[in-house]
């Protein structure tokens, strides 16, 4: 009786050691994150871009909210998968089956489009921070088109992400 009470008691401490980690690592990743995006500016720019300075606390505050839930749906996915769910029960009928993968296909896209968009977007913002793209271009001698230049590095950027996406190549683990 005192062993399996002993063993009961390392196993929930244990536990709670575990929960302690997980909660400091997770607290470290995001400070790391909220670090880069302050330092480089990131929110205050896209205010000052769409012309909403004045709400830039609540851009700052969305852009906690959205990593928070980010953060809790890819901890307890197996919870959230409301789509599957659905399918599997034909709660709407057999006829809807093929309305609902359109309709989790849709929101795949568009929660895709604004990662990208934000991952696009923070990244130019440390080459700029950085004066990456200004000192480049002054290397190579490229002193017209660089709008242009940037455009075209976007439109690669996207063509080879849909390939990838649309071939199946992070299928193959290549």
């Given at each position: 009786m005192?062993?399996q009470f002993?063993?009961?008691h390392?196993?929930f401490?244990k536990?709670?050691f575990?929960?302690?980690?997980?909660?400091s690592f997770?607290?470290?990743?995001s400070a790391?994150?909220?670090?880069?995006?302050v330092?480089?500016?990131?929110?205050?720019?896209?205010?000052?871009?769409m012309?909403v300075?004045?709400?830039?606390?609540?851009?700052?505050?969305?852009?906690?909210l959205?990593?928070i839930c980010?953060?809790?749906?890819?901890?307890?996915?197996?919870?959230?998968?409301?789509?599957?769910y659905?399918?599997?029960?034909?709660?709407f009928?057999?006829r809807?089956v093929l309305?609902?993968?359109?309709?989790?296909?849709?929101?795949?896209?568009?929660?895709?489009?604004?990662?990208g968009?934000?991952?696009?977007?923070l990244?130019?913002?440390?080459?700029?921070?950085?004066?990456s793209?200004?000192?480049?271009a002054?290397?190579?001698?490229?002193?017209h088109?660089?709008?242009?230049?940037?455009?075209?590095?976007?439109?690669?950027?996207?063509t080879?992400?849909l390939l990838?996406f649309i071939?199946?190549i992070y299928?193959?683990?290549?």
């Amino acid at each position: 009786m005192s062993e399996q009470f002993l063993l009961n008691h390392v196993t929930f401490l244990k536990q709670i050691f575990l929960g302690i980690c997980g909660l400091s690592f997770g607290f470290l990743a995001s400070a790391g994150v909220f670090t880069v995006l302050v330092s480089v500016g990131l929110i205050p720019r896209f205010a000052g871009k769409m012309h909403v300075a004045r709400k830039v606390f609540a851009l700052e505050e969305a852009v906690v909210l959205g990593t928070i839930c980010g953060g809790l749906l890819s901890v307890f996915s197996e919870h959230v998968h409301l789509g599957g769910y659905i399918l599997s029960r034909e709660i709407f009928g057999p006829r809807t089956v093929l309305l609902w993968k359109w309709i989790g296909q849709f929101f795949l896209a568009f929660g895709g489009l604004f990662a990208g968009m934000f991952v696009g977007c923070l990244a130019l913002a440390i080459a700029e921070m950085l004066n990456s793209i200004p000192i480049f271009a002054r290397r190579i001698g490229f002193r017209h088109g660089l709008g242009v230049a940037i455009s075209a590095a976007a439109l690669g950027k996207v063509t080879g992400s849909l390939l990838y996406f649309i071939k199946g190549i992070y299928l193959s683990g290549l």
